[in-house]
């Protein structure tokens, strides 16, 4: 547990501990807000996760989210602790991010990073992705 109170899983300590539903040995099956939803209206709501998007983040949490929902996933070991998530990525400050943002350079575009940074290229920020230390 850390000082957010949600308990962090890697993707793929999530993997191991709650196993997806997969296509083959190495594609988890992901299943859509809209076209699937009957499959996930008629599932156990705790066999869900929810891949949601928010606003500096993304995240797989427990049970049928609805706001922000990118897809579904269906497990075979039911979660039993809605504090436990999983942390795909974040937006992080760029080096080069100023708030008060760059001038213009194309219309009246104005980027909070440096047009001319390599790292973020303008925008700003800089997407992190969490995965498994090796």
Known sequence: MNK????????????????????NENEIKRYDTHDDWETIRNTSPNLI?????????????????????Q???????????????????TEEECKCYKPEGYPPVIGDINEDGD????DCEGYGLITKYYEKEA
Do not use: A, Q
């Open 71 to 89: 897809e579904y996933y269906i497990c075979e070991v039911p979660w039993t602790d809605l504090d436990e998530i999983v942390l795909l990525s």
């Open 115 to 118: 047009p001319n940074c390599l």
């Open 4 to 23: 957010t109170g949600f308990e962090y899983l890697d993707h793929d300590e999530w993997v191991s501990k709650y196993i997806p539903h997969m296509i």
């Open 49 to 69: 996760w929810t891949w949601v998007t928010g606003d500096m983040s993304d995240l797989l949490v427990p049970g049928i989210g609805i706001v922000n929902r």
